[in-house]
């Protein structure tokens, strides 16, 4: 990216008010990182996090159940897609932690709209930088932690793994579908801590649980499979048994109201097919964490 001062001609909600939309003024900045190099099942995540742009316009500002129009507490600057012409697997990551760098250096609340999962690690290796004692909330169908997949350490598959190489506090939720490695991994580590999808459906008292365990400074990767296929259709792997809307909603308000979040990203959208829903509910959660973290 050029100039980040040059503000996206297709804002997020379609915020056409530059005084909630310029970069200088704004403290929400989303990124959006249309990188996809090693996706393993259905290809077409790098239209994700324009798809969601797309739908955010059809959002309304109005949140009701914040009762308020969180856009103009903190102001939200679109950013033009990042271009990955030319960069793949380790060249590619240190471009989004230089990009994401720069914004968390202007004291940005930094969102990532991501292709592939494996943009959250150049993302969270800057946020990382910044706060030492941060921790990671993911949601997802996928543990991730494969040391490598196909051949490939840097594959959506593995960016858990990478991540876990940097030794923070690692929290999942919703996971259904894992290798055994990824199974004798998270049994063995003091570090992983894994709510599986079977273990929380039920009742909501899991919760409770999490957010005590939960440290306070926090960042967020919310990989869209992590929902059910019911809700969110159009994703790369998608696998029965997910979390629901309001559960999730629920589970995130808390996390907000007991943590410093830093960040979070979106991944894995796959717009590749006629279902715009996903998309849009995308959309919605994207909005509805930015009013938890400036209006609760």
């Known amino acids: ?28 900045v989303i990124q959006q990182l249309p990188y996809e190099h090693t996706s393993s099942y259905k290809k077409g995540s790098d239209k994700g996090p324009k798809a969601i742009i797309h739908n955010s316009h059809y959002v309304e500002f109005y949140d009701p159940e914040l009762d308020t129009e969180a856009y103009k507490k903190c102001g939200i600057a679109c950013l033009e897609p990042l271009d990955f012409l030319g960069k793949v697997d380790e060249e590619a990551i240190e471009a989004i932690y230089i990009e994401t760098t720069k914004h968390l250096n202007k004291d940005k609340f930094v969102v990532s709209l991501g292709a592939e999962h494996t943009v959250s690690f150049g993302i969270f290796k800057a946020f990382k930088e910044r706060w030492s004692d941060i921790g990671i909330l993911q949601l997802d169908a996928h543990s991730d932690l494969r040391p490598a997949y196909e051949g490939n350490k840097w594959s959506h598959a ?3 793994a990478r991540i876990n190489e940097l030794n923070p506090p690692i929290f999942q939720v919703g996971i259904r579908a894992q290798c055994i490695e990824e199974s004798d991994l998270i049994k063995s580590s003091t570090n992983i801590n ?6 929380i459906w039920q009742n909501d008292d899991w919760m409770d649980t999490l957010i005590a365990q939960l440290p306070k400074i926090l ?16 994703v790369g792997t998608p696998e029965p048994g997910g979390l629901l809307w309001h559960p999730t909603l629920k589970l995130l308000k808390k996390v907000f109201e007991k943590c410093e979040v ?27 964490l930015i009013g938890y973290k400036y209006c609760l």
């Open 219 to 234: 960042y967020i990767t919310i990989d869209t499979d992590g929902f059910d296929p019911s809700i969110c259709p159009s």
């Open 262 to 288: 830093k960040g979070f990203d979106i991944v894995e959208l796959n717009p590749e097919t006629d279902d715009d829903s996903t998309a849009y509910t995308m959309a919605q959660l994207c909005y509805k």
């Open 1 to 28: 990216m050029e100039n980040i001062n040059n503000v996206s001609a297709f804002n997020f909600l379609g915020i056409d008010d530059s005084a909630h939309n310029d970069y200088e003024t704004s403290k929400v």
């Open 158 to 160: 593995s960016v858990m």
């Open 194 to 199: 894994c709510w599986y999808s079977h273990q």
